[in-house]
Every structure is written in structure tokens, then in C-alpha cells.
């Protein structure tokens, strides 16, 4: 029954952490699971490897096929996909922290469809991929300004924060497709795809962006995580313990929409990744914060699981990779609603 | 010399002004808050001492005049040295969803920790320290939303008070407590005062409980500072009258000794 935890700290108490080991469990089960699923990303496929067949490839010693099927077209998926996985769900995390409510995520909000225009305004506007994350990040961060602006009220009235954030998404979807409209055909049936969210075209570029972005900004949200916690407070709770919260905020804004709008940039606006990542995090640690090491786990291994069904189609005609987090994502949020026994749209 | 070093105020309104819109729910307010002692804010509904409470409290922005915490202007001070000195307990906090009691007092430990000291040793002794003096260790590994609502109250005053500072103020404490659960929790805070030398200033209600339990009292009408004093200076036929536009008769508390208010 005891929550147990540990204080790491070191000589001099000049680091000093908190351990819960529930925490350190349920993180490391989560990085077990997502591990063996990466093996099965690399293993399993038209061209079927075996993890022998792996090891060699990984080791240089198979033969070409095996070795260009690993190094140019599963790795890079996995990588993207658990990366792109772990952005969208800490964005997702992030923002629920900051509005206290789990359905106040990018994707819920509109902030993805911002990103998604955006990406798709640089590409018609020929910018390529150079421009696109910068696109895909003014994008988001115009959408959150427009959806925070039209709910203001001597504050922020949070019911009318999430209405508006639809309203401002079916807009801006509406504004994708005509931005569709305009590309020539063969873009625009890629752009389709994209816009469900897909990885089957990541570039090495969008690649490595991913990386780097889940390589700077998940330490950032994970020592940042004590504020996000905190910010869960009352606004005057908060403020007498001391804290910042305009320039706290206005922070985790941008950390969140960069993370969401880097996510979208390379795989599109992914459903539900956002949205599922933290309630179920917060549900598994038993605890009131969104973990970053946990969303971030959990958002890779929805993604991972949804590419791996959509490149393999046991069941389909290869469907874009966001069908899939749809498929997994929207009875969450259904039996998220049921369950909330007072509803924030209500 | 002594003496005057001794009774030095740790908080003080120097000539605040507070306004909604046009009107001046402070007016030129100044008042110092006797180290030490359990102070009770009193008046009538809407007559500025939640407002009072509040500004000293820094959750409230001042149209003129200051407000000085140890001697400093409590705006020129940082805000995170500030909630080192000062505990605030503003009136019914919301907690976040799905929190548990611990997690919650640990809270109250946010002045002292940053990026690279996010948890210590003594953040846990501060937090088991005040579960202890509130009572409350049996609940924590409880959810917070599962409590009843004096049970909530006490899990918020062990978050002020594991926040380990002199000088607490609470808004209203006991609103929508019953009156053994409002006992109780004056009972806690004189505790607070007399084991941590604490200086705790409350706006209460209860005119009968505030005189049973402080040693310090502030009436307000409208905006304005009608009487400061003890119990006994207070409350008196004169001021509840002028206060609360009440005919009441005063008698001795046959429990307390203090006076108690009989409506007439």
C-alpha cells in the first residue's frame, strides 16, 4: 500500500531526486514491452529476417538485401515511429498539465491541424522539407494563439477552450484539403496520406529531425516535469508556492507545440497519439502527474504498433498509419467520457 | 530598545488601496499582524477582508501602497523567497485530479526545490512532519478526492505547513466544515501556533469561535478597519453593532472566559 520511494542525491546534495519505485517499474515494463516490438518491427515483414537474420544484418554480415531492408527501410521507420510516438504523447502531457484536463490535448485542441496546414502550406508553397518544420511549428503555435484568443475571457475558460479547439480544427482541416486543392496530383495523393498521418515516406531528414528533437526536448520535459506537476495546482495555490505562472506557461506552450508541431512535420497529425499517451500514464503510476518517461513510452509503442500493422496489411490495402491510432485511440477516448463522471462538456 | 525589536511585525499594510473597477474595496488600509499570535480577520459578507487577506497574500494587486514581509516590500522580493517566509491557503483550492494525500503535502515543498534539487531528504522529513502534527498519516497514501471535506482541510494546512514557514494565512478555513470539524481545525492551528511558534492569520466567520481561539482580532466594515485588539477589546455591544449592524448582548464565555455574542 505504501508508495515507496527513493531519494537519489548525490555528495554535497548538490542533485537530490525522487524515485517512486511504481514509477521505475512501470517505466521499465513499458521500455521492455517497446523493446520487443521494435525487434518484431525489424524482424517481421514481406522480406521476413528471423532474429538471427537481424543480427547479421545489423552486424554487417548478411547480404545486401537483408542489409538495405534493415538500414534503409525498418530502421528509419522504427526510429521515426518511436520517436514520433514520443513527442506527440509528451506534447500531449504537456498541455494536459498546463489546462488540468486530459481531454486539453494538441490533437483535441486543433494545435495538430495548425502544424498539419502550416507543413502543407510550405509544400505547396514550394518550400520542401527546409521549411516544413518551421512551417509545421508557426502553424501550431497560430492555431493555439487563435483557440487560446477565442476562449478568453478575464481568463481562461477551459469547457469553451476545448469547443473552440474543434471548431478551429474542422476549419483548419477544411483549409488543408483546399490547400490540397491546389497541389498537382501526384503531391496531393501523397499530401493525402500524410495528412492521416503516415510514415511511409519519412526522409532521412525527417528522420533525423525526429531524433534530435526527442533527443534535446525529452530531458527538457523530463526535468521540467516538476513544474508541469505543479502547474496542476490552483493558479493561487501556485502562486503562493512561489511560482512564475505566466512565464511557466508561456514556456510549456512552446514546448508543447514544437513537440507536437516536429511530430506532425514528419509523420502528419497522427490521432489520438496526443490525447492517450498521458491519461493512461497517469492511470498506470497512480499518481496525479502525467509522466514524460511514460507518455513518451506509451505514445512510441501506439505509434510502433500502428505502423506495423499499417506496413504489413494483415487486413487491409495499406492503410496510412494514423487509421490505426484512430482504431486505438478513439474507443479510448470513448471510454474516457463514459467514465468521467463529470464531464467537462457538460 | 529590546522591546521594540521583540514586537516588530513581521507583516505590514502600509496605506494599501485595492479597487474592482470603480470601486475601493480597500481604501488606505494599514495594519501590522503581531508576531506569534493567532490573528482573526472579522466582518460582515463582502467588507474587504477576504481582499485584505489576499493582498497580503501578494495574490492581489495593489493600486497604491505596500505591503512589507520582514521588513521588505513583498514585490521587490522574489516570489520563491517569499513562499519560504509565508504559507497561503487561499480559499476551497482545487486539487489536481487523481493526486494522493503524500503527493499533495509534497507540494507545499515547491519554494525550496529547482531543476537540479527536485526532492531531498528534507523535503520527506518536512512532508512526514507535517502529516504527523495534522494527524493525517494514516491517510497518506490515500486519494485526495476520496476525502471528506475536514479530512481535505487538514491535508491543505499539512501542505502550508510542510512548506515550513513562520507565517501562515488561511481564507476562511472552516467554510463548509461542521462545527466539531471546525473546532478541530482551530484546535490544529493554535497546535501549529503554540509547537512552531507560527503567526497564523485566518478570516473566519464565527465571531464566537474566533474569540474562543485567537489572541488577535481585526474587524472591518466596508472596506475600513473599525477595531483591532484583543478578544476582550473587540468585541464589545458597540462594535458588533457598528460592524454587523447586530443588537447583541456580550457575556463571558462559560468555557473560555473570553466574550461570546448573544444576538438579541
Not at chain 2, 495594519?31 to 459578507?45: D, M
Not at chain 2, 447586530?246 to 472566559?257: E, R, S, T, Y
Request: some cysteine; proline content about 4%.
Amino acid at each position: 500500500m505504501s508508495a515507496s520511494v527513493w531519494v537519489l542525491r548525490s555528495a554535497g546534495n548538490m542533485f537530490s531526486f525522487r524515485v517512486r519505485q511504481r514509477s521505475l517499474f512501470v517505466i521499465a515494463t513499458l521500455g521492455a514491452i517497446v523493446a520487443c516490438f521494435a525487434l518484431l518491427f525489424l524482424t517481421v515483414g514481406s522480406y521476413q529476417l528471423g532474429l538471427h537474420g537481424l543480427w547479421k544484418a545489423l552486424t554487417l554480415k548478411a547480404d545486401i538485401y537483408a542489409q538495405v531492408v534493415v538500414f534503409d527501410v525498418r530502421l528509419p521507420r522504427l526510429l521515426s515511429a518511436i520517436c514520433v510516438g514520443a513527442l506527440l504523447a509528451m506534447s500531449g502531457a504537456v498541455f494536459q498539465s498546463l489546462f488540468r484536463n486530459p481531454l486539453a490535448s494538441p490533437d483535441i485542441l486543433g494545435f495538430n491541424a495548425g502544424a498539419a496546414s502550416g507543413a502543407l502550406a510550405s509544400i505547396l508553397f514550394g518550400g520542401g522539407t527546409t521549411y516544413l518544420v518551421g512551417s509545421a511549428i508557426a502553424g501550431g503555435l497560430a492555431a493555439a494563439a487563435l483557440v487560446l484568443w477565442l476562449s478568453w475571457q478575464n481568463g481562461l475558460i477551459l469547457n469553451r477552450m476545448i469547443l473552440m479547439g474543434l471548431c478551429v480544427g474542422f476549419a483548419l482541416v477544411a483549409l488543408s484539403d483546399l490547400l490540397m486543392s491546389k497541389l498537382d496530383i501526384e503531391l496531393a495523393s501523397e499530401a493525402a496520406k500524410w495528412l492521416i498521418g503516415s510514415l511511409a515516406s519519412v526522409s532521412p531528414a525527417q528522420m533525423w529531425l525526429a531524433i534530435g528533437a526527442t533527443v534535446v526536448f525529452f530531458p527538457a520535459a523530463w526535468f521540467l516535469q516538476m513544474w508541469l506537476d505543479a502547474l496542476q495546482l490552483d493558479d493561487d495555490v501556485a502562486t503562493s508556492l512561489g511560482l512564475q505562472l505566466k512565464a511557466l506557461r508561456l514556456a510549456n506552450v512552446i514546448l508543447g507545440v514544437s513537440m507536437a508541431a516536429i511530430g506532425v512535420a514528419v509523420a502528419g497529425p497522427l490521432p489520438f497519439v496526443a490525447f492517450i499517451g498521458g491519461p493512461l500514464a497517469q492511470r498506470l503510476l497512480r499518481t496525479a502527474s502525467y509522466s514524460m518517461g511514460a507518455s513518451a513510452l506509451l505514445g512510441a509503442f501506439i505509434v510502433l504498433v500502428s505502423d506495423f500493422l499499417s506496413r504489413n496489411d494483415y487486413l487491409f490495402l495499406h492503410l496510412p498509419t494514423g487509421v490505426f491510432t484512430a482504431f486505438i485511440g478513439a474507443p479510448y477516448l470513448i471510454w474516457h467520457l463514459k467514465k468521467q463522471s463529470r464531464g467537462p462538456l457538460s | 530598545m529590546l522591546d521594540a525589536i521583540a514586537s516588530k511585525t513581521s507583516l505590514e499594510a502600509h496605506d494599501i488601496t485595492l479597487s474592482y473597477g470603480e470601486n475601493a474595496v480597500l481604501d488606505q488600509f494599514s495594519l501590522s499582524i503581531p508576531r506569534g499570535e493567532l490573528t482573526v480577520i472579522l466582518g460582515p459578507n463582502a467588507c474587504g477582508k477576504s481582499s485584505l487577506l489576499r493582498a497580503f497574500a501578494r495574490l492581489l494587486p495593489l493600486k497604491s501602497g505596500s505591503v512589507s514581509l520582514n521588513g521588505k516590500n513583498i514585490r521587490k522580493q522574489r516570489s520563491k523567497d517569499v513562499a519560504q517566509q509565508m504559507a497561503v491557503l487561499p480559499q476551497m483550492p482545487q486539487a489536481p485530479e487523481g493526486i494522493l494525500v503524500r503527493e499533495l503535502v509534497g507540494r507545499g515543498r515547491l519554494p525550496y526545490q529547482s531543476i537540479l534539487r527536485q526532492w531531498s531528504l528534507e523535503d520527506a522529513r518536512a512532508v512526514d512532519d507535517a502529516l504527523e502534527l495534522t494527524g493525517i498519516q494514516d491517510l497518506a497514501e490515500r486519494e485526495f478526492a476520496a476525502l471528506s471535506g475536514g479530512q481535505r482541510q487538514r491535508v491543505w494546512i499539512a501542505m502550508a505547513l510542510a512548506q515550513d514557514t513562520k507565517l501562515m494565512l488561511l481564507d476562511e478555513p472552516t467554510t463548509f466544515l461542521d462545527l466539531t470539524h471546525q473546532i478541530e481545525l482551530l484546535e490544529l492551528l493554535r497546535r501549529c501556533k503554540q509547537e512552531r511558534g507560527a503567526t497564523i492569520v485566518a478570516v473566519l466567520h464565527d465571531i464566537n469561535l474566533a474569540a474562543r481561539y485567537a489572541d488577535h482580532l481585526i474587524l472591518m466594515r466596508s472596506g475600513a478597519l473599525l477595531k483591532t485588539g484583543t478578544p476582550e477589546q473587540v468585541i464589545t455591544e458597540a462594535n458588533m453593532k457598528a460592524a454587523f449592524s447586530l443588537n447583541a448582548h456580550i457575556i463571558k464565555d462559560p468555557v473560555g472566559g473570553g466574550p461570546l455574542v448573544v444576538p438579541c
